[in-house]
C-alpha cells in the first residue's frame, strides 16, 4: 500500500528530517525546500545507484560535470532564450496570474472550484511569452541591466554535455554508441511550481546523452525505454505506479522526434484515474539538432551559417566507413527530486501492531535506505551495555550507514526506525554480556532472530 497522497509524505518528511520547507524561520520562500539529514543520504543513494548503473556497470558511458552558468550564447544556439517560455495571462478582476495551457488545473483565487477565466467576473489579459531560465549577471557590472553581462541559470544538465562533446569524445577516445552522464542542479522560474518537491524553480537532474548513428536512433531509443523502466523498478517502486506515456506530435519539444515520458502515480487520491499520473522522467530522440546548432559548419537554405559564433565542428568521423555526419542523441533525463518522491511514496505502508495501534513503515531497498542498521541498548543507564552498543555501531560503520540511539524506550526506537525506513535494528540486552550475542529486528516482518557479535556484521551484509 503506497502513500495515500503527497501530504503524508510532506508530513512524514518535516517529522523525521527528509525533507523541511526551506527559509522556513523567515516564512519561507515559495515551493523551495531543503533536504534533511535523511533526504540528503536518500538522494545522494539515488544518484549513486543511477550513475553505478550507467558510468561503472557499463562501458559505454562517461561522466562530466559542466558548469551551472555557461556563455549565454549556449542558450541562445540551444534555442532557450527564443522558446523555453510558458504563455502567461494575468486577470484583473482576482490579480492572479496563471499559466494559458494549465488553465484546468487552477482554481480562482476568488471563486474557489472555478477555472481561471470560467467565471462572469474573470478578466484575462492576453497571453504573455514568460522566459523561464532565471538571469543572472557576471563580473562587476554597473547596472543589473547592463545586456553584456547577462547570464543564465541553466534550465537543463544536457547543453553543457552537448558543447563538450567534442572534448569528452577527444580526450575518451570513444566510438559511437556512447554516453555521456551527469547529475547536476537545474533552475527554471516556474510560473506555478507545487506539490511539494514535485515541482520546484530549483531541482536537480540526472542526465545522459547517448550519441548514436541515425540509422540505430530508434532502436536504441527504445532500449533506453525499457532499461529506465527496469532501473526504476530496481528503486523499489511497483510497476502497478508506473506507466508508459508516448507524447503527440503536438507536445514534442521542437528538437524532438519521439518522446516517451514514464509516469508516477503521484496522485492516487484523485478520483479520475488519468488524473493520478504525472511525468517522472522523460526518454527523448532528439535527432542531430542539438549538436548541429552548437557546430560552426551547417548552413540555413540560404547558405549562411546557422551557428556564426561557435569555433568547433561537433561532427563524428567515422574511421571505417569514412564518413563524416552529427550523431542523433537519446536522452533520458530523469529528476533526482522527483525520484525522491516516487520512492518515498511506494515504500511508504502502514501496519498495525498487536496492541492495535497503526505504525509506518518505510520499506526503502537496502541500497536506498539512509540508515542501514541502528544499534539500540535495551538500557541506557547499564554502561556495560552502551559500551558495547557504541562499539559495535563503530564496527560496522566503515561497511553500512549505522547509528547508536537510546534516546527512548526500545518500541519508540524501533518505530522510529521502521518509519525512516532502516532495515534492520540490533539491540543490545543484559543477556549479550552473557553470551556475546545481540537481537537483530527485521523491519518489515519485525521478526527477531538472536545473532553472535563476531557474525553480526556478516550477517548484515550479507542480508542488505
Ligand atoms: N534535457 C531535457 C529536459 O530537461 P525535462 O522533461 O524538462 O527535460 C527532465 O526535464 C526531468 O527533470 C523531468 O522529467 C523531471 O523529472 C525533472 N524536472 C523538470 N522540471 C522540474 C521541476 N520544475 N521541478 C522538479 N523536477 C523537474
Known sequence: MPAPNIETIVSLSKRRGFVYPASEIYGGLGSSWDYGPLGVEL??????????????????????????????????????????????????????????????????????????GDDKEC?????????????????????????????????????????NFANVLNTSRRKLPFGIAQIGKAFRNEVTPGNFIFRTREFEQMEMEYFVRPEDAPRLHQE????????????????????LYEQSKEELAHYAERTVDILYRYFPEREDEDKQWDELMGIANRTDYDLRVHSKKPEDAEGKRINPDSTDDLSYFDTQTNERFYPYVIEPAIGVNRTLLAVMMDAYTEKTNEKGETRVILKLTPELAPIKVAVLPLAKNKPEIVELAKKLKHELQPTMRSVYDDTGGIGKLYARQDEIGTPFC??????????????????????????GVEALKEYLVERL
Open 123 to 163: 478578466d484575462l489579459t492576453e497571453a504573455r511569452e514568460f522566459n523561464l531560465m532565471f538571469r543572472t549577471t557576471v563580473g562587476a557590472v554597473s547596472s543589473d541591466e547592463d545586456e553584456s553581462a547577462l547570464a543564465y541559470l541553466r534550465p537543463e544538465t544536457a547543453q553543457g554535455i552537448f558543447i
Open 43 to 116: 538522494a545522494n543513494n539515488i544518484k549513486k545507484s543511477w550513475w553505478n548503473w550507467l558510468v561503472y556497470e557499463r562501458d559505454d558511458i562517461e561522466g562530466l560535470d559542466s558548469s551551472i552558468i555557461q556563455n549565454r550564447l549556449t542558450w541562445k544556439y540551444s534555442g532557450h532564450e527564443t522558446t523555453f517560455s510558458d504563455p502567461l495571462v494575468d486577470c484583473r478582476a482576482c490579480k492572479g496570474r496563471f499559466r494559458l495551457d494549465k488553465l484546468l488545473d487552477v482554481q480562482c483565487p476568488n471563486h474557489p472550484g472555478v477555472h481561471p
Open 224 to 243: 533506453w525505454i525499457d532499461g529506465f523502466q527496469e532501473w526504476i523498478g530496481s528503486l523499489g517502486i511497483s510497476a502497478d505506479n508506473l506507466k
Open 426 to 451: 540490533v539491540t543490545v540486552d543484559h543477556e549479550s554480556l552473557e553470551d556475546n550475542a545481540v537481537t537483530v529486528r527485521d523491519r518489515d516482518t519485525w521478526e527477531q532472530e538472536r545473532v
